[in-house]
C-alpha cells in the first residue's frame, strides 16, 4: 500500500518537528512526505534539509496558504495511491499508518477519518478542555487516509478561509456516500491548546469568523436575526420622537418599548446557546421558523406576565415584581450551569475536577466561547468576497430548469459542469429539474409512467414559473415543458424574466417520422420559443443553421469535457482481454441493434469482449456482452480500462443534432474511438488521424479487428484523440464565454 503523508505547516517549528519525527518513527513507512510550507523564515526548511532518513521528502514554500490550500497542494503533487494528512500541531502515534493499512486492506474502505485525543499541559489548558471537548476524543481531518484519485475528484478543499473547510470536507465526503471508517480510538494528539484566557478568546473569534465562510446555512441564521436586533435596538430608541406630536396617548405609541427589545436580543441570544447545544434538539431539530416563534412567544409572554395573568393587581398571587429580571437571571444561570456542569461531566472530566469551584471558572469559559462566536460568525458571513453566500439576492441569480437530474448526461455537461465556475464568479446557481431522480430511473431504466406525477411535476414548474422571485436569468435545456405549446415561455417573458435556450438534441424532428401535422406544430414552437428569447446556446452547426434566422443571439458552445478530472483516470490497467465498450442510456441502445451480428462474430472469432455500460437489456438481448449499470462514481473507471469506444448511430434528422459526448468522453480518456459518419461525429473524428469512422457492416468489423491487430496505431488514436478534446472540447475553454454571455444578459435586463 502507497500512501503520501502531507504535512501543511506555518511558522510552527518545535510542533512541526514533533509531528514530523512521529512519521519518521511510523512502524509502516510512507512511500513519501509532502511538506507545503507557509512560513515566514526558513527555520522548518533548514531542518527538514539537515534531516537523515531513507524517506523520499517533497518540500514546497508556498506563501500565505490556508490549511485546505495547502492539502490541495499536497494532493496534487502526490505520486502514491493513497494520501494520508496530518497538521504541524498533531503528533501521530507510532502505528496510526500501520492499523489503517491493515483496515483498508481488510474491509476496502475508500476513506479512514482521523481521532484525536487533546491534552493539556497546566490547569488552565485543562478548564479550557473542560469547556470545549472534554476528554473524549474528537474526529479530525489531521489522521485521515483517503484514496488518491478520490480526493481530486472533485473532493479537494474549499479554500481562502483559515477554519472549518475541514468540516466542509468531510461532511460533503459523508454525503456522497464513500466507504468510510471512523476509529473507534484515538491514533493522535494535540498538544497545542491556548494557554491563557485571551488566547483562548481570540482562537474562537477567528474559528466563528472562518466558519461563517464556509457556510452560513443552518445556526447563522439565528445569528442573522441577532444581528439584525441589535441593529433595530440602535434605531428604536428613536422611534417615539420620530412622528409628529407623539404622545402616551395614540393608539400606536410602544411602552418600554427599548426595554422590550433589549429583552428580546438578550433572550434570543441565551436562548439560541441552550437549543443549539442541547442534545434533544441536535439530535431531534426543529424547523428554524418553530424555533423562532417558541422564543418569540416565550419573550413576550414573560414580559406580560403580569399584564396577562394577575391583571397588574400585586395583590395577586400570580403576580412576579422584576419578572422579567427574573426571567433573563434563570436564562443566564441555566447556561452557566450547563456549560460549567452539564457538558464537561457528559465529555469525560471527572466529577473530581470540577467540584467545588472548577465548574464556576469552567462555566466562564464555556459562556464566554459562546458570547464570542456571536461576532465572529456576523462579520464572516457578511464580509464581501462571501456575502453571497449568506444573501444570494444581492447578486446575480441564475435558475437552470432541467428535464432531469445529475442522471441526465445533458445535465451534467450543459449545466453542472459550468456550475462551480458560475459561482466563483458571484453568481447564484440554482436548479430546478422537471422530474425527480425517481422518476426519471424509472422512465428510462423500466419505461414506466406515473401520470398522476407527471401531473405533479408539470404543475410544480407552472407554479415555479409564476412565482420564482426575480431578478434571475433562467437557462433552458431545449424547452421548459415539453410536449405542450409554449406556455412556460410566454409566462417568462411576460413577468419579464430574461431566458436562454441551451439545445444539444434535435428534439423539434421528434415527430418527424410518426406525424407530419404535429411535427410541423412542433418545429414552429420551436423557432417562436427561440426568436422570443434571449439567447440560444446551441450544442453543434446543425443547430445553428436551422435557427440562424430567428435569432441574433447565438452561442456556440458544445459539449464539453473537464480534462482536469478526467485526467486522474488516465494510468489504470486495462482488461487483460481486448474490451470493446459502449456506454449510453436505455433509449440510445436502440443503436447497437445494428451491430449485434457484428460484436457477436467478434467476441467468438477474435476473444474480444464486449461491454455495455447503461442499456436497456431488451434492446440487446441477443449480443453477448458483459452488461453494467451505469454509476457515476464508476462510469469513467470503467471506460479508462477498456480499449476501444464505439459509437453505431442511424442517419436521420434526429442524429444530426447530438453533439458527441460518447467520443470525447472516450477520447478524453485516450479511448481510439469507432463512430457512424453522422453530424458532429464527422467534425470530432478526422477519419485516421483520431479515430475512426465505419458505416457498414462489414466496415466495422475490420475497423475493431484491424484496432486490436495494430496498437502502434491505436496508441496514435489515444495521443491525438486526446489532443483535440483538450484543445478543442475542454471546460476551460469555453467557461469564460458562458459567463460573459450570461453576465451581458443579465446586466442589459435588469441594470
Known sequence: MDISVIIPTKNNFEAFSNTFNAVLNQSFKP??????????????????????????????REKNKYPGEARNIGGFKSNNEW???????????????????????????????????YVYK?????????????????????????????????????????????????????????????????YLIYENLPNNYFELLKRYFIYSFHTAQVNVENKLKFFYLFFLSFFLLLIFPRLNQSIPKWNNNQSLFIDNYFKIFLLIALSFFIIFILVQNFDFFRKKPLNFFLKFSIIFCTIIFIYNWNFL????????????????????TFLFITSFFLRGIYYPIKRKIKILYIFPFNWLFIGIYGLSIDLIKAPGYIIGALIPKHLRKGFNNLYPKIIFFTKYSHYSPSYRTRFLAYKSYLENNYFSVDTRELFDEKFYINRIFKNKINFFLLIYFYLRRIYFLFFLKKPFVAIIHIEVLPFLPLLGEIILRLRK?????????????????????????????????????????????????????????????????????????????????????????????????????????????????????????????????????????????ELTKCHIGIMPLYNTKWELGKCGFKILQYMSLKLPVIASPVGVNKEIIQNNYNGLLASSPDDWYNKILYLKQNPKIMEKFSENGYTTVKNKFNLSNYYKKYIQTIDEIYLSRYQ
Open 31 to 60: 512511500n513519501e512526505i509532502i511538506i507545503v510550507d507557509s512560513s515566514t523564515s526558513e527555520k522548518i526548511k533548514n531542518f527538514v534539509e539537515n534531516t537523515s532518513t531513507n524517506i523520499p521528502i517533497k518540500f514546497f
Open 83 to 117: 494520501i494520508a494528512f496530518l497538521d504541524s500541531k498533531t503528533i501521530p502515534i507510532k502505528n496510526w499508518l500501520k492499523e489503517y493499512s491493515e483496515e483498508i486492506k481488510k474491509n476496502n474502505y475508500d476513506i479512514i477519518f482521523g481521532t484525536t485525543k
Open 122 to 186: 497546566s490547569s488552565i489548558q485543562k478548564r479550557i478542555r473542560a469547556a470545549t471537548f472534554g476528554n473524549i476524543e474528537h474526529i479530525t481531518t489531521p489522521g485521515t487516509i483517503i484514496k488518491r484519485f478520490s480526493f481530486l475528484n472533485n473532493n479537494t478543499f474549499i479554500e481562502n478561509v483559515r477554519n472549518a473547510e475541514d468540516l466542509e470536507w468531510r461532511q460533503r465526503l459523508i454525503n456522497k456516500k464513500y466507504s468510510i471508517k471512523f476509529p473507534d480510538k484515538a
Open 309 to 328: 395573568i394577575a391583571e397588574w393587581l400585586e395583590k395577586s398571587i400570580y403576580y412576579f415584581p422584576h419578572i422579567t429580571k427574573i426571567y433573563l
Open 497 to 637: 424574466i430574461p431566458f436562454i435556450i441551451d439545445i444539444d438534441d434535435a428534439v423539434y424532428y421528434r415527430f418527424e417520422n410518426t406525424n407530419k401535422f404535429i411535427s410541423k406544430l412542433y418545429i414552429d414552437k420551436f423557432r417562436k420559443m427561440i426568436k422570443v428569447s434571449d439567447a440560444l446556446f446551441a450544442g453543434n452547426k446543425f443547430h445553428i443553421n436551422f435557427f440562424e434566422n430567428y435569432s441574433s443571439n447565438i452561442k456556440y458552445f458544445p459539449t464539453v469535457i473537464d480534462c482536469k478530472n478526467n485526467d486522474l483516470y488516465l494510468n489504470y490497467k486495462k482488461y487483460d482481454r481486448f474490451t470493446v465498450v459502449w456506454i449510453g442510456t436505455p433509449s440510445t441502445s436502440i443503436y447497437l441493434k445494428k451491430l449485434i451480428t457484428v460484436l457477436n462474430k467478434l467476441n467468438i472469432l477474435h476473444n474480444i469482449d464486449i461491454r455495455i455500460i447503461g442499456a436497456n437489456i431488451n434492446n440487446i438481448s441477443n449480443l453477448n456482452c458483459i452488461s453494467l449499470v451505469w454509476d457515476e462514481k464508476t462510469e469513467l473507471l
